[in-house]
């Protein structure tokens, strides 16, 4: 039984977008909504066929047989049988996939959400739902958005596909580039999303990591990938590279200074090298100034011993192409390492006056941290423990805890 629903849920996240776009493909009387139901009743039909019979010798040409099934019953119940496509639309190495120029179906498929009618924002929605197949509470999280604002989008373009007739063909070759731009920032946010998740050790969401890996590296290897690519490749191995060096003996949440850098991958930053000179060129993309920031980190002997300076440089070269608050963040903290501090605290508590900053924990931890490190407890408290009420990750918790004994034990010897 274990083994049959493992089975099921490998097949799940790797089908699961596949089959949803295959139906819309069978037939235009399919809208998203009936797609995912349908998709949905035959894994369950799967698991109770599986569990009495075993497995079939070939799981995915089952669940393809039984979702094609299942849509012609639909069809038939609603007596809608004018633009039925050809049977084989539902099965997998549809023909027409041959003479596209990526081999990667889910990269396939990832193009196909990037369609230009559908915003930005949408996109990644759908795409981390159907090609990642992200649950719903998950994506609101990646994207600092409700559950419930998730939800009522995805109602929004599930009606605007039916009704403007946007299906999730691959796109012909000619459209691949103009949609480039939005598939790297899909994947830069898949990517993130596994390597931030701080939810405790054994659910670091290494996956996810792998998955956004995996994706970029097909892209890479294709016709259509460029030096902007080989760029977020870079990023992405750079941070894959310190995944053991995150997190202690005890599943407790460290930081970049706290963190054994005997533990990082030297194989995977010698990569991330390889890819970052690789992507070399006259277009300066914001994946290069960030893998270049993330190559620093990574070569330095300590964290005392980090060319600072240098860093400061490349987030000033970043705002420019790529102004934002979380951007402005992490520069203040390279400016604070690197001896600026009146200018680091000036821009985090120009930050702390915005309504969203002023609710993000990331901000009140790094501003507890630069206090406690100046001798100022009072305010290091004060932080800490604002940040306390912002985050609800155990692990985001603990660490922050584990500062606030520190303010409180050192502030007790203060003369």
Not at 232 to 255: I, P, Q, V
Request: hydrophobic fraction near 45%.
């Amino acid at each position: 039984m274990d083994e049959v629903r493992l089975e099921a849920d490998q097949l799940y996240k790797s089908h699961f977008g596949k089959m949803i776009s295959s139906l819309l493909r069978f037939s235009n009387d399919i809208d998203l909504k009936t797609a995912e139901d349908l998709v949905q009743d035959s894994f369950s039909a799967a698991l109770t066929s599986w569990e009495k019979d075993g497995l079939p010798v070939n799981p995915a040409a089952w669940l393809f047989r039984v979702c094609k099934n299942k849509a012609l019953n639909k069809i038939k119940e609603s007596k809608k049988f004018s633009e039925l496509f050809v049977d084989e639309a539902v099965y997998p190495g549809d023909p027409v996939l041959a003479v596209f120029p990526l081999d990667d179906q889910q990269l396939i498929l990832l193009f196909a959400c990037a369609h230009p009618d559908l915003s930005p924002k949408v996109q990644v929605v759908i795409t981390l739902k159907y090609v990642v197949n992200l649950k719903v509470e998950a994506i609101a999280k990646i994207l600092g958005m409700t559950i419930d604002g998730i939800d009522k989008l995805l109602v929004r373009v599930r009606q605007k596909i039916k009704d403007e007739k946007i299906f999730f063909f691959e796109p012909v070759a000619e459209e691949l580039e103009s949609r480039i731009h939005i598939v790297h920032k899909i994947l830069y946010l898949i990517f993130n999303e596994g390597y931030k998740s701080s939810w405790g050790k054994e659910l670091i969401r290494e996956e996810l990591c792998e998955e956004g890996l995996l994706m970029t590296r097909a892209l890479l290897k294709s016709t259509i990938g460029n030096k902007e690519t080989s760029a977020l490749y870079a990023l992405m191995l750079f941070n894959a590279s310190r995944f053991k060096g995150r997190f202690g003996t005890h599943g407790e949440l460290l930081d970049l200074e706290e963190q054994d850098r005997a533990s990082w991958n030297r194989d995977l930053i010698g990569l991330a090298f390889y890819h970052l000179e690789l992507s070399r060129g006259e277009l300066i993309s914001a994946y290069h100034y960030e893998a270049s920031i993330a190559g620093i980190h990574c070569s330095a002997e300590s964290f005392a011993a980090t060319d600072w300076k240098a860093i400061t440089i490349l987030y000033t070269c970043l705002l420019k192409i790529n102004p934002n608050p979380f951007v402005e963040l992490n520069y203040a903290i390279a400016l604070y390492y690197s001896g600026q501090k009146n200018e680091a605290l000036a821009i985090l508590h120009k930050l702390e006056t915005e309504p969203f900053f002023s609710q993000y924990y990331l901000l009140h931890a790094s501003l507890g941290k630069i206090y406690f490190a100046e001798g100022n407890h009072i305010l290091a408290k004060k932080y800490f423990t604002d940040t306390l009420t912002l985050t609800s990750s155990p692990a985001e918790k603990g660490f922050i805890q584990r500062l606030l004994e520190k303010v409180i034990v050192t502030s007790r010897y203060d003369p």
